[in-house]
């Protein structure tokens, strides 16, 4: 599904991501660790499109398509959802209403009809409900004065209406309680199945608790220096990423 | 030397015109003492120079200089209908170039509620030449100087006005022989009294000159709802100044959404008199090509307990121009004052201008008062988050240039015409507009 082959990047002239290759496949759930400053993020970025982070070698390559060649919206509508490690608050758009704009972006370029705004209320509703999101979350702006385990579920929310084949959580557990956390977890392992595919980015150990990933990685000054099974995290968690980063 | 002659002429022939104009219109006496102490206000003041502290941003040389006619009230238009919003059809005032016109006003839901007249009473003239002569506007004095007459609005105490009240200003407009329209009103909003008011100023066709000046009193506990919705073309001129005197625990809240014009100018002197008075002006406008529009607004709290909020924004495109001279004076004594202010400017190209002032003048010492002002460009951030969702990047513009706006229509409270709007003023915002 997913081929990154040599990926080099970076942003304002310097060079952050220094040659990774990493193959995700269908069903697959694929952790990405690493100490603070090591890449993580930028590769979320890249990975999304961001503008103003800039590709210096490699190919990434999405269902045999150039992902590199594509806009964050034509990434978006091919399939690919990108969690924000910090979702950005946009005053003045309903939330309910942006949802159901993306949610028929999507239809629409699939070809399909606009979704009737009362069938989209009912579906919101089903899924805010298994994230435990309060209705007047409908009525806000999106993300405008939620608090940061809110947005998080915003995030969880609009990858639940999007139904993406790849999702990239980057540091979803991040500011969560544990019941958030917890909720937040349970929102993801529903919507997973044979079809779609996950990496998660993250700091701490603690979210595989919840969502087992099969590959772990770990990811130090711009590189993969090692890779395994979901005990690599545990061990991660007990001696920390000391004893596997290149000391220089 | 030269600059003084020609300065000289300009304010000249706007003297000789009015000699012309009183020939015609014949005023009565109680108008023409309005006129002659506006006149002379006229003259000490003059045309503002381009250091003048109310129009610093606003350029007004052309408007001077043009050789205004002064229409003849008898102009018969039709087609004012669709400028009518639904649930007014029976309460709205209509001015034709600036003359308030019997035959297309319909009054019927209003005639027993409020109470619609020429100026005639001695105390009302009073109130009117007491205000000119601190009137430091010279539009303003302009305006007096050349109104065919005053509407009375009054509503009398404890008076509920069931339907709003529409103000409908049609110019005919003449490219080729621009006029000058002033149209005059005095609103008397009586104890305890509510009315809700939409203003909205209209053209047939370019080349006019709407210089509107109104004076609202609003008495103890009495409650004024205004929209003022601005739609005139391109090429015409669109002067206001607004006078408000509120008193105890009254309320005038006001909107203004203007679309731009060569030049659009509002004025708002706000005077919170008595304790418990309340002011919220809000204003959007939406700005294209070489459109302008300039706000300046002064706030005065001189009784304790007051409140005032203002927020403006602004979406500037092209060549668009606007400005913002705002400031609060809060005069000794006036505790526990509440005051804000707030200017947004959202800027759309690399051309387009927008000037701000945000003031405060506090002369009290326990008040709570607070001001801003904001110039800034589509937000990337948000851009590329509306993007990672399948927003086109052209849409997601939209959406956030059109929400930006849209917070300050959403506070209008004629769903007519936050309809209106939606299809006009945010218009401007769509796709292939942007």
Redesign the interface.
Known sequence: MLEIKDLHAGVDGSEIIKGISLSVNKGEIHAIMGPNGSGKSTLAKIL?????YETTAGKVTFDAKDLLEM???E???AGV??G?QY???????NNAE?LR??HN??RV?AGEEEIDPLDFDELLSEKMKTLGMEKKYKERNLNDGFSGGEKKKNEIL?MAI?EPKLAILDETDSGLDIDALRIVSEGVNKLRNNNNALILITHYQRLLDYIKPDFVHVLSKGKIIKSGDKSLALELESQGYDWITPVN | MSDTLEKLTEETAFLDLHKNFVEENKPNSALSAIHESALSRFEVLGFPHSKHEMYTYVNTKKLAATAFAVSSPSEKIDLIDKHIYSGCENSCLVFVNGVLDQTLSRLQAIESSVKISSLEEKDDVDTLLVSLENENDVFACLANAFCADVTVVEIPDKGQVAVPIQVLFVSTGDTSRPEMHSPRLLWKVGKLAEVKVIEKFVGMQEGYFTNMVQDWKVAEGAGVILTQVQSDPFGAWNFQKTRVHIKRNARFHSANASSGSVLVHNHFEVRLEEEGAEVILNGVSVLKGKEQVHNFIRIHHEAPQCISHQHFKNVINDEGRSSFDGTVIVNQGAQLTNANQLINNLMLSDDCHADNKPNLMIFADDVKCAHGATIGQI????L??????????K??KE??TR??A??IVQTIQFPEVVKELNNTLLKKLEVENV
Not at chain 1, 48 to 52: D, E, I, K, L, R
Not at chain 2, 384 to 393: A, E, I, N, P, V
């Open positions: 999304s499109g961001h503008p103003a806009d964050a919206e990434r978006s509508i959802f990108m924000f979702p950005v608050e946009v005053p003045g758009v942006f704009m993306a972006a999507r370029s609009q999007l | 937000d990337e951030e948000q590329f988050y509306l993007q990672t969702r399948g927003l086109s990047k849409f997601a959406l956030l929400s930006f849209e917070s």
